[in-house]
């Protein structure tokens, strides 16, 4: 990234351009995105609604999904009202602190969210590798070491880079070249040589999402090895068919998310390329419940039975009262 000898400006607000070669279809991008989010909150709110309520459902798995889908909802909601207010023409300014709040709360998320699926690898290693020590090492203690790992991991990795782009002199140009307050879309505004903190960030991206990749690559290593020593075809489908969903979640966020790091390295982005780039922070909290939900047999029975009272408690109710 080249030097910007503009002047530094003493501003107040950034303003979010949106997608830029995408101006002409705004309204169409506002309601796909507005019904991406009621999909996304309903979905996860589902889940966590389901995994408290279910006994069945309190083991160590979904104790680790539950706070997946709590930080899908949590990056839907920090990205996505925004961006509507923004497709709207509602309100496309951002205060510079709520710009780098964002900024720190989206990498942040995103960060205990790929330490959280590298976790969930170790839970079905543990699962399919070493069945008789399941309860024994996947504990309750255990279940909680590995989240608070997760959680402080994601928010003290990125901390250092938002605070130095925080400090960072700004252009008089204050339009942001994305929809929400993208790292490289922002510190592409200052008036100072940003070779070293993009160098920086990405050093740190590959921390937060290569590392934790290696370590699941090296888990599902140890258990095909570990699943092609067994001899019966119905116990290796079972065994794959445990990590089935968890592979398809690994592959969504590490894939996707080694794009948007390797978009730090790209100094010549098309118009398209924040759509391309932030696609995955907007379609994988809606698209992860999904995979867990309608592939679950658990989580489907789970639905049925408290749905089906829900819906059946009023029904009940007014009969007893007619009887009455």
Known sequence: ?????????NFTEFELVGFPGLLDYRMFLFFGFLILLLITVTANLLILFLVSLDHRLHTPMYFFLWNLS?????MAIAILPKLLAVLSGYDSTITVTACF???????????????????????RYIAVVKPLHYNVIINVKMCFIILATSWILGLVIPATSIILASNLPYCASNKIMHCFCD???????????ITDHATGAFGLGMLGNYLPMLYVLWTYVRIVLSVLKVKTTGSRA??????????T?????????????????????SYDGPFLLGIELFLIPMVNPM????RNKKMKEAARKYFNFVISFPTNRKTSVGNS
């Open 1 to 9: 990234m080249k030097m910007n000898d503009s002047k530094a400006a």
């Open 70 to 74: 709590l930080l899908d909802l949590l």
């Open 101 to 123: 709040g964002q900024m720190y709360f989206i990498i942040s998320v995103g960060t205990t969210e790929n330490c959280l699926v590298a976790a969930m690898a170790y839970d």
């Open 183 to 193: 790292y490289p879309a922002v510190i592409s505004l200052a008036c100072t040589d």
């Open 238 to 247: 079972k065994a794959f068919s445990m990590c089935s969903s968890h592979v």
């Open 249 to 269: 979640v690994v592959l969504l966020y590490y894939v996707s998310a080694s794009v948007v790091y390797a978009g730090l390295k790209m100094n010549n982005l």
């Open 291 to 294: 995979i867990y939900s309608l």
